[in-house]
């Protein structure tokens, strides 16, 4: 190698980037200890940026095109260099290029459940995950407060950072948004949009901006679920009866999987099957309060003194003792006068194994 190679080789005439990645957001463009040459070409593709570095502070920005550096093109850098009046040397600084493209399918999810107090079903624990997109829209406000002094910095090496802040806003979100439990998995695009309103601020601070927030799944407790299949069941068979089928055919298939089988829900299923019934008839009459009919209380003239009230099981009693005979008068509410017991068909049942009078008697 010639002299004359030699010294050309410690200058640099072309900076720019060929991406190959998917995930890097920031490189340094490595010179080494050459220096960049007076009329370089510089080279930024579409959705890059270079941000001129010179002794720790950011100088020029360019977007993309093809430049060639001059003191025109420089001046930030030629002011911090001190070139009064211009430079035709070679000169060295430090090259970042941004990716300004969209990085899409970054993945966030809460730390832990968020408690919301909901009308229906109280305090409900609740969790939620998606996605997010991203795109460096200051790349100098991007290198100074993150990237640094890195060579190469990717998404991973801040995805753990703007997972946390997504995940922590979320958590403040869903209490303040009013929306019932059983009606947020309805509701995802609207809290996706809340959600991105509430955190880019945060992001433009570094630099970044929010494109796009997707709330994907929202995980309730077991118990809840249940309580939400239940209420859509009801609804959905419209009738007592359909609604014990439901609970006998559910209650037979997590009989199924247990060491008993169904075999030992059978007792079960019987009297799912009584209650259906039983529903079944209070049903027909939408709105009834069906109650048991009150139990028959009399009063009794024994001694020619009133005495009571009994119950059915003390007046079988005083029959079976004789205390009480047909010809007792007897009365209970409802009756308009006193009658004798074996007129009484409440009473008369009581003497069915009590002898009548011998003949003559």
Same mark, same amino acid.
């Given at each position: ?10 200058? +640099?005439? +072309? ?17 080494? $200890? ?18 001129? +570095? ?14 060639? *550096? ?114 947020? &998995?309805?509701?995802?695009?609207? *809290? ?15 630099? *970044? ?30 009738? *007592? ?85 047909? &010809? ?24 069915? $194994? ?8």
């Amino acid at each position: 190698m010639g002299l004359f190679d030699k010294i050309r080789g410690e200058f +640099i005439d +072309i900076i720019e980037w060929l991406d190959d990645s998917n995930n890097t957001l920031v490189h340094r463009f490595e010179r080494y $200890d050459n220096e960049i040459k007076y009329e370089a070409k510089l080279v930024v593709r579409e959705a890059q940026q270079a941000v001129f +570095i010179n002794e720790g502070q950011i100088a020029d920005v360019f977007k993309p095109g093809t430049f060639t *550096l001059t003191t025109q093109n420089l001046p930030i850098l030629t002011t911090l260099k001190g070139w009064k009046y211009g430079f035709h040397s070679p000169f060295k600084a430090e090259v970042y290029f941004c990716s300004t493209r969209q990085f899409t399918n970054l993945k966030w999810g809460t730390p832990g459940p968020v408690t919301m107090r909901d009308k229906e079903f109280g305090a409900v624990r609740v969790t939620s995950f998606g996605i997010y997109s991203i795109k460096v829209k200051d790349p100098a406000k991007f290198i100074k407060e993150i990237v640094g002094t890195e060579g190469t910095f990717t998404t991973e090496s801040i995805e753990d950072n703007l997972r946390g802040k997504i995940g922590m806003r979320i958590k403040e979100v869903l209490p303040e948004t009013g929306i019932p439990v059983i009606d947020l &998995e309805s509701k995802v695009i609207t *809290l996706s949009q809340i959600l991105k309103d509430r955190i880019a601020p945060a992001f433009e601070g570094f630099g *970044l901006e929010l494109t796009e927030v997707q709330v994907q799944d929202i995980g309730l407790p077991e118990e809840v679920e249940r309580a939400i299949d239940k209420s859509g069941a009801i609804k959905a068979v419209g009738d *007592l009866r359909a609604f014990t089928q439901y609970e006998t055919a559910d209650a037979i298939s997590t009989a199924a999987a247990n060491p008993g089988g169904i075999a030992a829900a059978g007792i079960g299923i019987g009297m799912g099957f009584n209650m259906a019934n039983q529903m079944t008839q209070a049903g027909q009459q939408p709105g009834a309060v069906q109650s048991p009919p009150p139990l028959p209380v009399f009063y009794a003239a024994i001694g020619g003194k009133q005495a009571g009230p009994f119950m059915m099981d003390a007046l079988k009693q005083k029959v079976m003792s004789g205390e009480i005979t047909r &010809e007792t008068l007897v009365w209970r509410t409802g009756m308009e006068q006193w009658l004798p017991a074996g007129q009484v068909p409440d009473m008369s049942v009581l003497f069915a $194994d009590v002898p009548p009078p011998l003949p003559g008697a």
